[in-house]
C-alpha cells in the first residue's frame, strides 16, 4: 500500500494537465493569447507535478519492506492522500446533484441564468473579489508556519492510538521540520481539485458550472480560460513542493498579498499610471512592492533558525531580490502573454533559490 496513494494523485494530475492542454489549444485556436500560453505553462506546471508524485508513489510501492524509511519522506504522507481521493467522489457528486437539479429546471420550464451573462459589480468590489482567493492564501501560510507540526501530531496521534484501520505509528508521521509542508500539500491539493473539477464544468458543460457566481468576476478575456485561482493554486503547490520552506513561503507571501494589495491600492490611490497603455499604477507598484517585501520577509525569518543578525541580513536581501522579481513580472508586459497568478510563485521562488544557492546556503 505504501505509495499507492500518491501514484493514483500523480496520475490524475497528468490527466487534469491534458485537459488543460485541451483547454490551451482551444485558446490558441481563438487566438486568446493569454489565455492560450498560460493554460499551456499550467499543463507543464500540473504535468510536472503529476510525474513526481507518481515517481515517489513508484518507489514507495516498490520499496515495501521499507516502510518506517520512505512513509516520513512521501510527498503525501500516508494517510492523507487516501483522504485526498476521498474527497474526488464528493466534488464529482455534487457537480452531479447539481446538473440533476438543472435538468429538472430546465424540464419545468424554469430558465437558468446565463452563466455567461455578468452583473455590473462595481470595480473596487469586483477587484476584491477577484483578490479574495489570493488573501484565503493566509490561511495556508499560518498551517504551514504555525500549527503543522501541531497538526501533524495530534492527527497521527490519534489515528495511533483510537483509530487502527491504518495500523498507524509515529514512526510513519512526517518528520516535525516537514510536517508543515506535508499538510499545507495536502490543503492545497484538496483545493485544487475542487477548483479543477468544476472549472473543468464552466468550461466545456457551463450551463451545469455549480458556482455560477464566480463567473461575474471573469474578465472577458478570462470566461474561456482556466480561472485565475486555477493558476494561482498550480504555481503555489509547485513552490510548497519544490522550494524549501523559508522561500516557498516568501514566495507565496509575496505572489497572493503583494498582488492584492497592488490591485487595492492601484484602485483606491493610483493617479500616475505606469505607462499610457496600462492601467497599473506607481501607487499600486510601491504598495505591492512593500507589502511583497514585508509578508515575504515575515514568512521566512519565522521558518530559519536560529535567528541572528547574518540571517536577518540575508533574508532581507533575498526578499528585496523577489520583491523586484514581483515587480517585473507585474509591470512589465512578456514578449509571450503569460499570467501573473502562476508565474509569480514560480518565478520568485526559482530567483531566491539560485541565489540561495550561490549566496546563502545557510538559508534552509
Known amino acids: 500500500m505504501l505509495g499507492l496513494f500518491n501514484f493514483t494523485l500523480g496520475i490524475i494530475f497528468i490527466l487534469i494537465a491534458f485537459v488543460f492542454l485541451k483547454v490551451a489549444r482551444l485558446n490558441f485556436r481563438r487566438k486568446e493569447a493569454e489565455g492560450a500560453w498560460s493554460g499551456l505553462l499550467a499543463t507543464l506546471v500540473s504535468l510536472i507535478i503529476g510525474i513526481y508524485l507518481a515517481s515517489w508513489g513508484i518507489y514507495g510501492l516498490a520499496n515495501q519492506d521499507k516502510l518506517t524509511e520512505i512513509a516520513p519522506k512521501l510527498p503525501i504522507p500516508y494517510p492523507l ?10 466534488i464529482i457528486v455534487y457537480i ?12 419545468g420550464g424554469i430558465s437558468s441564468e446565463d452563466p455567461n451573462k455578468s452583473r455590473k459589480i462595481h470595480s473596487l468590489d469586483l477587484e476584491v473579489s477577484r483578490k479574495a482567493f489570493h488573501i484565503t492564501i493566509i490561511g495556508i501560510l499560518v498551517c504551514y508556519l504555525f500549527v503543522g507540526e501541531l497538526v501533524s501530531n495530534a492527527f497521527f496521534g490519534y489515528l495511533a492510538s483510537n483509530w487502527d484501520i491504518w495500523q498507524i505509528t509515529q514512526n510513519l508521521a ?3 521540520e516537514l510536517a508543515g509542508k506535508a499538510f499545507c500539500i495536502f490543503m492545497i491539493i484538496v ?17 451545469y458550472y455549480p458556482v455560477k457566481l464566480i463567473g461575474d468576476i471573469y474578465r472577458e478575456k478570462e470566461k474561456g480560460a482556466l480561472g485565475p485561482h486555477i493558476y494561482l493554486a498550480v504555481g503555489v503547490l509547485f513552490a ?3 522550494f524549501a520552506p523559508p522561500i516557498a513561503m516568501a514566495a507565496i507571501a509575496m505572489a497572493a498579498l503583494g498582488d492584492a494589495a497592488a490591485t487595492i491600492v492601484g484602485i483606491n490611490l493610483g493617479k500616475h499610471r505606469i505607462n499610457s497603455k496600462s492601467k497599473k499604477t506607481w501607487e499600486g507598484c510601491i504598495g505591492g512592492f512593500v507589502v511583497s517585501l514585508g509578508s515575504g520577509f515575515l514568512c521566512m525569518i519565522v521558518l530559519i533558525k536560529p535567528i541572528n543578525l547574518l ?11 523577489g520583491a523586484f522579481i514581483f515587480f517585473l513580472i507585474d509591470y ?11 508565474l509569480n510563485p514560480i518565478c520568485i521562488g526559482l530567483v531566491m533559490t539560485l ?10
Open 81 to 90: 492522500g487516501f483522504y485526498i481521493l476521498a474527497f474526488i467522489p464528493i
Open 96 to 107: 452531479g446533484l447539481y446538473a440533476i437539479r438543472e435538468q429538472r429546471r430546465a424540464k
Open 174 to 176: 512526517p518528520q516535525p
Open 191 to 207: 483545493i485544487f481539485l475542487l477548483l479543477a473539477l468544476t472549472d473543468i464544468v464552466r468550461l466545456f458543460a457551463p450551463k
Open 240 to 242: 510548497v513542493i519544490f
Open 311 to 321: 540571517i536577518i541580513s540575508a533574508s532581507l536581501v533575498l526578499c528585496g531580490i
Open 332 to 342: 512589465l508586459t512578456p514578449p509571450v502573454p503569460l499570467t501573473d497568478n502562476i
Open 355 to 364: 541565489f540561495t544557492f550561490f549566496f546563502s546556503p545557510y538559508i534552509s
